[in-house]
């Protein structure tokens, strides 16, 4: 399979800052240089984009060489050989400059894969003009690693499949060839709906996993202590997990700490310790009573901005109940590209 890696991982940040050799193992060069390593001991054409040669130290490049792997600073060479194109790149524009930079030379059927730098389904719609017209065959993806490549903590790559709505940004062929990508390089590949990839990948999943333990919490304490029913359950999740994200949207993290209040949401919240295991929350109200100064500083001086407390999914059904489906669709991707651009 002929592969290509685009940027070939920031060293100075693995290495010198995070020290990953001395707190998490494994040895550099890690990120995409290491992704593009794998995918070569594993007996693929891989192709490493990378136009700043001194991402790497010269004993690094080395060992990528040595592997097989053919390093190029020009994005479209690496194009042209490309059945799956990775973007290891910076978050955002670049990124979504990059995929528009070289999706005229990717050979036919290729396949476009993010990786923590962009949700798929916003790549998708930066590029949905050319997509629809000039490119139909290519597909996007993502090949999330979920970790830094080169730590033993990436054993597994994250896949997008078709998403909730049924919307597919790629053929079940280009998925598998994903798949495929990541069983040969000895990883475990774990296919999930487009909408749903970054939430379980990125490093935003570590807000998943500690949101979503106090929904279950909530769930069972509603459930088993309160005996409330289960639609009044779901409603006030949704109504607090979105109050959070419009409030992070609209004036930042600290904007949300100083609008929710931490000395009266420990309060609010202790009265809900109900049951004698409750390890989450336990964690919570310590991690809320222990605040840093620094960080109540900044509570202090933050401002909240005014904020439309809605839940989407029921906007989404009155956009479309008032504007039609087409331009309810149009509004929803503009809002899309505003929010992640």
């Known amino acids: 399979m002929k592969v290509a890696v685009y940027g070939a991982g920031n060293q100075e940040l693995y290495v010198n800052k995070l020290r990953l050799p001395e707190t998490y193992g494994g040895a550099p060069p890690y990120g995409g240089s290491r992704m593009a390593i794998e995918f070569a001991k594993a007996g693929h054409e891989v192709y490493l984009a990378e136009p700043n040669r001194n991402m790497l130290t010269d004993e690094m490049w080395k060992v990528v060489e040595d592997a097989g792997v053919k390093v190029v600073s ?7 050989n490309a059945e799956i194109a990775i973007l290891f790149t910076p978050f955002g524009k670049k990124t979504f ?13 290729a ?6 730098t962009v949700s798929p389904i916003v790549l998708y719609s930066m590029l949905e003009v050319d997509l629809r017209t000039k490119r139909k065959d290519v597909g996007i993806t993502s090949m999330h690693p979920a970790a830094v490549p080169g ?11 078709k998403a909730t709505d049924g919307t597919c940004y790629a053929t079940e062929e280009q998925v598998n060839k994903c798949v495929e990508l990541a069983e040969s390089a000895g990883k475990k590949a774990y296919v999930v709906p487009a909408d749903v990839s970054s939430t379980v990948a990125d490093m935003g999943s ?11 919490d909530y ?9 409330a029913p289960e639609k009044m359950i779901e409603k006030q999740i949704i109504m607090t997990l979105q109050t959070m994200a419009s409030l992070v949207e609209t004036s930042g993290v600290k904007g949300l700490l100083k609008a929710l209040n931490p000395e009266l949401l420990i309060r609010s919240a202790s009265s809900m310790h109900l049951l004698k295991d409750q390890k989450d929350l336990d964690a919570a109200l310590e991690i809320l009573s222990n605040l840093n100064d620094d960080l109540k500083k900044e509570m202090e001086n933050a401002e909240i901005k005014p904020t439309t407390l809605v839940a989407a999914q029921s906007l989404v059904k009155e956009l479309e109940t008032l504007m039609g489906g087409a331009a309810a669709k149009g509004a929803i991707k503009r809002s899309m590209r505003k929010l992640f651009e």
Do not use: F, M, R
């Open 206 to 216: 570590l807000v998943t996993a500690v949101a979503l333990a106090g929904v279950l």
């Open 219 to 227: 769930y069972t304490v509603g459930k088993k202590i309160i005996n």
């Open 74 to 80: 020009d994005d479209i060479e690496a194009a042209k």
């Open 111 to 116: 396949v476009i894969a993010n990786t923590c």
């Open 151 to 161: 730590t033993p903590q990436h054993g597994h790559y994250v896949i997008s499949g």
């Open 97 to 109: 400059q990059i995929a528009k930079n070289i999706l005229p030379y990717l050979p036919q059927n």
